[in-house]
């Protein structure tokens, strides 16, 4: 007699069939519409595509952005998440929810804030404008837009993981003579490196694919203020399909990279994760 | 130096605790430049939407917060984020469950597909589905056939929601499942419950919480998405015109106001959802201590 505790054969089939069938119509079938569509007409106008003056501007905007905010997020996460897990103090457990805040804040609002700081009518624009600092429709501001969508990821995958570590390690480097930033460089980094690595990668996925955030602030100027996911939405919207496929397939690509070193990860280094939960 | 640990007498562990409080150097230096970039990043902007709308005044922000065309977008964002999350809990269940229960050949492999939309640029999940529904896509042709619409529809909406919510309930729900012994099922079964009734009455409610923060979890992101819905929304006013457009729409129209205020109702739902979801799993973490 079969276990109760397990299902029919037949009824696994059913349900992993059935699994499997629902990640295929959602996930697999648009992540094969995004090359299907790029390559539609063949290998030259994609590579006609991705190679305009106009998209290897957005690609070199995208890669500025992400170069500026991956690091600064980088270390603002560890400053964050070394305060939080390796002290107590009043109000801990309000920072952390604060520090997750932009998860729950939708893209678009995210942008409408920053118009509202630095927009001509915003609380700096005026002051800003008398000095000549241009902030809003220009590089900065989709930088700001940018660090802002993705400023918990690194403090938010850190956080647990140097709790479970706990503080025994660094106590004990400290009463052997070593200073902060020794016990940091020598005791803490080596044991966070592949949650601080898993942290970096979904960062910089976010930074080179963020849309809304980044679309409010921009002003969409071709060649100077679009980023890769802007460029997709212009080329888009001009029926230049093989052109907006074309730069989302560098895109989805990248993204894939992204799960695969991700899931390498997981694979490689499951023990120095665990406490992370994934 | 001597530990003080080896030093201390009779009495002494609250010194010793004052002791490990302050041991641990740079709490002020990196307390300082969460808190400066916390500030300047996040709180400053968000006080800027708060203060603005305020300064609306309450009658003139009715007004433009809660305009027909207001009302209505606000109406499709929840609709078709309630309904979103509502399949993705039913499949992200099914998808969980059968990733840590059952053996099948490339497992891993599938597995790790259920983080693409976490991955993958939501203006390109936008242009992809767009692609597959429109009446001349791979699914939009037959369903056109059979005289139902997706794409430029609050279908639409709904179908782009589905896709980028469903790694909030797998990924909830997966650890959740993994940890749960199978004793409870034997016992059960052994008292001679059959299978639906195990699952219902003692594997669903130890889920359910999990279950649900997913569910919350996909609803609050997909109330605020924007990138992967505008390509397939159709964006008609009062019909296929989610919150977030509208705010955008409204900034191309430099009418500042209503944006704000739109803005501001959105942030409100934001905060709210973050309570409940904080709320649910201080009740799950609390219920799972007494047991």
Sequence with gaps: MRAATTESRGMRSLLILLAIGWLALVILLPLGAVFAQALAKGAAPFWHAVTQPDALASIRLTLITAAIVVPVNGVFGIAAAWAVAKHHFRGRDLLVSLIDLPFSVSPVVAGLMFVLLFGANGWFGPWLMAHGVRIMFAVPAIVIATAFVTFPYVARELIPLMVAQGRAEEEAALTLGANGLQTLWHVTLPNIRWGLLYGVLLTNARAMGEFGAVSVVSGHIRGLTNTMPLHVEVLYNEYNFVGAFGVASLLAALALVTLAAKALLEWRHRDALAAIGH | ?291
């Design chain 2, 1 to 291: 130096m001597t530990p003080p640990a080896l030093l201390a007498p009779v009495g002494a562990s609250r010194r010793l605790k004052a002791f490990r409080r302050t041991a641990m150097p740079g709490l002020g230096l990196t307390l300082g430049m969460t808190m400066l970039w916390l500030g300047l990043l996040v709180l400053l902007p968000i006080a800027a939407v708060i203060v603005r709308s305020l300064g609306l005044g309450p009658a003139h922000f009715a007004t433009v917060a809660f305009s027909a065309r207001a009302l209505a977008a606000y109406r499709l964002s929840f609709g078709a984020a309630l309904v979103a999350a509502a399949v993705n809990g039913v499949f992200g269940l099914l998808i969980a469950w059968v990733l840590v229960r059952y053996d099948f050949p490339a497992k891993r492999l599938i597995g790790s597909l259920v983080d693409l939309p976490f991955a993958l640029p939501t203006a390109v999940a936008g242009i992809a589905l767009t692609a597959i529904y429109a009446n001349t896509g791979l699914v939009g042709a037959p369903l056109a056939v059979l005289g139902i619409k997706i794409a430029y529809t609050p279908a639409g909406v709904v179908m782009a929601l589905v896709f980028i919510g469903l790694p909030f309930v797998v990924r909830t729900v997966e650890p959740v499942l993994a940890d749960l012994g199978k004793d409870i099922e034997e016992a059960a079964a052994t008292l001679g419950a059959n299978r639906l009734a195990v699952f219902r009455r003692v594997l669903l409610p130890e889920i359910a919480p999990a279950l649900m923060t997913g569910f919350a979890l996909a609803f609050a992101r997909g109330v605020g998405e924007y990138g992967s819905v505008i390509f397939i929304a159709g964006n008609m006013p009062f019909h296929s015109e989610i919150a977030p457009l509208l705010i955008v729409t409204q900034l191309e129209q430099f009418d500042y106001e209503g944006a704000t205020a739109i803005a501001a109702v959105m942030l409100a739902l934001s905060f709210t959802m973050l309570v409940v979801i904080n709320l649910i799993q201080a009740r799950e973490r609390r219920w799972r201590d007494n047991r």
